[in-house]
Nanobody, 117 residues
């Protein structure tokens, strides 16, 4: 079945960096656009970044533009997100998914990112 295993989260100080990863299985990774979402306590899950199937096009929400970079390794069925200059408001559980928008039922466990001084 479709599965996603996120990792790489942790606790960093404001201004720090982290790289989160997502290993996907159960579908043909290389032919699907992918995205990162995040969910902070008490808030709805929100879209952060998207990348198309071959990695040539990406998009970001305004809050992370210039600080986050989404990338992918199709040979390893792995999605990445490099997060630099982290802010307290970036603290959330980060999830990956196939596609960009619409209903989705195969969320993984996510990876916790905490930005705190």
């Amino acid at each position: 079945q479709v599965q996603f295993v996120e990792s790489g989260g942790g606790t960093v100080q404001p201004g720090g960096s982290l790289r989160v990863s997502c290993v996907a299985s159960g579908f043909t990774f290389s032919t699907n656009g992918m995205s990162w979402y995040r969910q902070a306590p008490g808030k709805e899950r929100e879209l952060v970044a998207t990348i198309n199937a071959d990695g040539s096009t990406s998009s970001y929400v305004d809050a992370v533009k210039g600080r986050f970079t989404i990338s992918r390794d199709n040979a390893q069925s792995t999605l990445y997100q490099q997060m630099n200059n982290l802010k307290v408001e970036d603290s959330a559980v980060y999830y990956c998914r196939r596609g960009y928008l619409g209903p989705f039922a195969s969320w993984g466990q996510g990876t916790q990112v905490t930005v705190s001084s």
